[in-house]
Each structure stands twice: as structure tokens, then as C-alpha cells.
T-cell receptor, first 110, second 111 residues
Framework: EADIYQTPRYLVIGTGKKITLECSQT?????MYWYQQDPGMELHLIHY???????EKGDLSSESTVSRIRTEHFPLTLESARPSHTSQYLC?????????FGPGTRLTVT | DAKTTQPPSMDCAEGRAANLPCNHS???????VYWYRQIHSQGPQYIIH???NNETNEMASLIITEDRKSSTLILPHATLRDTAVYYC????????????FGSGTKLNVKP
């Protein structure tokens, strides 16, 4: 069982608000990822990190930003939420091989 | 990384074996085959992976053809809780930013 946590699990917020989605893992993995997934659609990589102070943009362009100050923590921030940001956000971490995913945050921007 | 092709959906009777195919005809020699599943929008769950030998664990078996151009994930005794979208992914072991999930196969296990 993977130890990767995301909070909040569900978030409903108004347009223009700043939000931070939290992701933490206790496995000591260097590599961490953020994916975005709309209902019934594919997962799209939006950010990844190979270690502390390393962040890269993924295949899908996103207005969100990430930081990696500690190995175990990889938060995602939206400075000004918009309805187009409504989606599910999934965090993952990886050691040598497979990725382990958190339960996801379902974000609704009204 | 090699792309994969999977059927969009499959049905399986509860208690029977579910055999999920995946084509990866452009796979290269150092690319592994990974299988994940996603149950109703939860985070994807790792199932199994292999390079060229068949693999088995407590969840499933992975059969890779000798030419490595295709593989089959086998759930030996499917249950209703195995209803999920199953993703076949091909990537190099150390290519950490390339987990392309695609659209997968929706497996419907029916009573």
C-alpha cells in the first residue's frame, strides 16, 4: 500500500480565489508528478519533479505552479481559480519503477 | 516511448478469467510494459510490469509475446470490484517523466 496523501479531497471555490492543493508522500521518493483528469477522459501530466528544487512542466499546459522545497511535499497552486480549472488533480510519486498515486482532489470552481 | 493500442471496452463474467490485450508494435528493447487500473476516478493503481518474461503477482499475470509487440493482462478470477479502466503503458525503466496513460480498456465485470 502506497503512502501518498492529498488534501483536500473535494474543494468547491469561487472564481478568482487562490488555492493550494497539497500532496505528501512518506516513501522517500525523489520523483513526484501532478496529473489533471476530466471525468471519463485521459490523465494528462501537468507538472513533475525529479527532486528538491527541481520542477518541470508536463505535456499539458497548465496555469498552475508547483514547488518542491522538501522531498516529501509537492504542492500545486492556482493563483486565481477559474471555472476552466474545474477538474480532478492527481498526485503521484515514483522510486525506480512504478508510480504510486494519491486519491486525488476534485476541484470545482464556480 | 512506444504507444499502445487497447480495445475501448470489454465484458467479463464474475468468476471467469479476464484477458485484456495490448498492442505495442513499436516497443524498443529497453522498454518495459506496465499495467495500471483506475477504479471510478480514484488514483490509478499499479498492477504489474515486465520486460520480456511472463510475470505473476497476487493481483494478475502478464503474458508478453516473444516478439514483445503485444501483451495480455490476465485477472484469473474476476470480481465485481475489478470493474475499472485498465491502462497499458510502455516506457523505459528510467524515463520517469513519460507515463502516457492513453484511454485504456474499460473492463465491466458482470454478475
Amino acid at each position: 500500500e502506497a503512502d501518498i496523501y492529498q488534501t483536500p479531497r473535494y474543494l468547491v471555490i469561487g472564481t478568482g480565489k487562490k488555492i493550494t492543493l497539497e500532496c505528501s508522500q512518506t516513501m522517500g521518493h525523489d520523483k513526484m508528478y501532478w496529473y489533471q483528469q476530466d471525468p471519463g477522459m485521459e490523465l494528462h501530466l501537468i507538472h513533475y519533479s525529479y527532486g528538491v528544487n527541481s520542477t518541470e512542466k508536463g505535456d499539458l499546459s497548465s496555469e498552475s505552479t508547483v514547488s518542491r522545497i522538501r522531498t516529501e511535499h509537492f504542492p500545486l497552486t492556482l493563483e486565481s481559480a477559474r471555472p476552466s480549472h474545474t477538474s480532478q488533480y492527481l498526485c503521484a510519486s515514483a522510486g525506480v519503477g512504478e508510480q504510486y498515486f494519491g486519491p486525488g482532489t476534485r476541484l470545482t470552481v464556480t | 516511448d512506444a504507444k499502445t493500442t487497447q480495445p475501448p471496452s470489454m465484458d467479463c463474467a464474475e468468476g471467469r478469467a479476464a484477458n485484456l490485450p495490448c498492442n505495442h508494435s513499436t516497443i524498443s528493447g529497453n522498454e518495459y510494459v506496465y499495467w495500471y487500473r483506475q477504479i471510478h476516478s480514484q488514483g490509478p493503481q499499479y498492477i504489474i510490469h515486465g520486460l520480456k518474461n511472463n510475470e505473476t503477482n497476487e493481483m494478475a499475470s502478464l503474458i508478453i509475446t516473444e516478439d514483445r509487440k503485444s501483451s495480455t493482462l490476465i485477472l484469473p478470477h474476476a470480481t465485481l470490484r475489478d470493474t475499472a479502466v485498465y491502462y497499458c503503458i510502455v516506457r523505459e525503466l528510467y524515463n520517469f517523466n513519460k507515463f502516457y496513460f492513453g484511454s485504456g480498456t474499460k473492463l465491466n465485470v458482470k454478475p
